[in-house]
């Protein structure tokens, strides 16, 4: 199963406590104090790991713990620094801890060596060797380590591509990540074969582009139905959207709107983004419909928003491979203009 959000506790360490000792030596019966100070407690860090993809391997935790710093020692020996905890996090995730009922941003992991520390270990306590005094010579008090800190956070996945792959159900969209990448998304004539987002890397000339394959989207995804409320967000990071209509669809613009209205509810900004509209599956379309074919065309043009354009092809196949290498072409130019 693939999890994009999470929640789980994290607490920092708690500082050790400062000893409370005194020199104790043969001929020397008063020595004075020698209590030394207890070690920082460890601190939490969120960091990316380039490798993970998900945050499957934090869905079964509830909590997470940083060491605490070991308490200090006569002779003036330092408690050990507690071990920091980093939880590992994908590129593009973002980190809300708790505040009340709200959830407050406080970490968006961008880069691929981001690391940011969420929770500070509590300070060692001072040892009794601080407090002693020309008029208090024997302190019996010690400093005890800070509290740890604790909160609860949430982690939300946002994959980071440069296009987004986009469309109702069985539209053709992993069958044609899978002929221009490396990667391998499950394919099958049926509605949401994609269950989960599948990022490809797409090499186009001198450069390479990140494809994201989004699960199908169905009228109602922005109110959570079907997969795609689960799923809209990834699309927020893409530069640039494709959008596929299956050629055998009634009716194209109906198609088209679907999907662009829960765009647009889920977060006006994503309406706004650069679109490439295509009609998929070429290879269905026979000559007894093909005028029909070209009437729907006509008509999704004419319903196309401001910030979108139909393929200057129309349409593609990826069985015959018909006008792939053309779109790959118009989607690295519409790149280079973003």
């Not at 330092?78 to 809300?96: A, H, I, M, N, S």
């Not at 970490?107 to 300070?123: H, I, P």
């Not at 900004?269 to 295509?278: C, M, N, P, R």
Request: hydrophobic share 35%.
């Amino acid at each position: 199963m693939f999890h994009d959000e999470v929640s789980l506790s994290l607490e920092s360490g708690k500082g050790g406590d400062g000893a409370v000792s005194f020199r104790r030596e043969k001929y020397i019966p008063k020595g004075g104090p020698d209590g030394g100070d207890g070690g920082r407690g460890g601190s939490v860090f969120i960091e990316v790991n380039t490798q993970l993809t998900d945050l499957n391997h934090l869905a079964s935790v509830r909590e997470l713990k940083a060491e605490s710093g070991v308490p200090g020692a006569g002779k003036k020996l330092f408690g050990r620094k507690g071990e920091d905890l980093t939880v590992f996090v994908p590129r593009g995730t973002r980190v809300y801890r708790q505040a009340g009922t709200a959830w407050r941003l406080v970490a968006d992991m961008t880069e691929a060596d981001s690391r940011k520390r969420v929770l500070k270990g509590g300070n060692g306590g001072l040892g009794n060797v601080h407090f002693a005094t020309a008029t208090h010579q024997t302190p019996r008090y010690a400093q005890p380590g800070e509290p740890a800190e604790r909160a609860v956070f949430k982690f939300e996945l946002q994959l980071i591509a440069d296009v987004g792959i986009i469309g109702l159900p069985n539209a053709g969209k992993s069958t044609f990540l899978s002929i221009v990448s490396d990667a391998q998304p499950k394919i099958g004539n049926y509605p949401f074969t994609t269950l989960s987002p599948v990022l490809g890397v797409v090499p186009y000339r001198e450069k390479r582009f990140v494809f994201a394959d989004i699960p199908g989207l169905i009228e109602g995804a922005s109110e959570g139905k079907g997969l795609g409320h689960q799923f809209l967000r990834h699309v927020k990071r893409t530069k640039t959207l494709v959008h596929f209509i299956e050629s055998l669809s009634d009716d194209y613009a109906r198609d088209y709107s679907t999907v662009r209205n829960e765009l647009e509810k889920f977060d006006s900004g994503l309406a706004q983004k650069s679109e490439i509209v295509v009609i998929t599956k070429s290879e269905l379309i026979t000559d007894d419909i093909a005028e029909e074919t070209q009437v729907k065309i006509e008509a999704l043009k004419a319903c196309l928003s401001q910030s979108s354009h139909l393929f200057s092809r129309h349409t593609i196949s990826a069985v015959s491979r018909e006008n792939i290498k053309e779109l790959l072409a118009e989607i690295g130019e519409q790149l280079s203009e973003e």
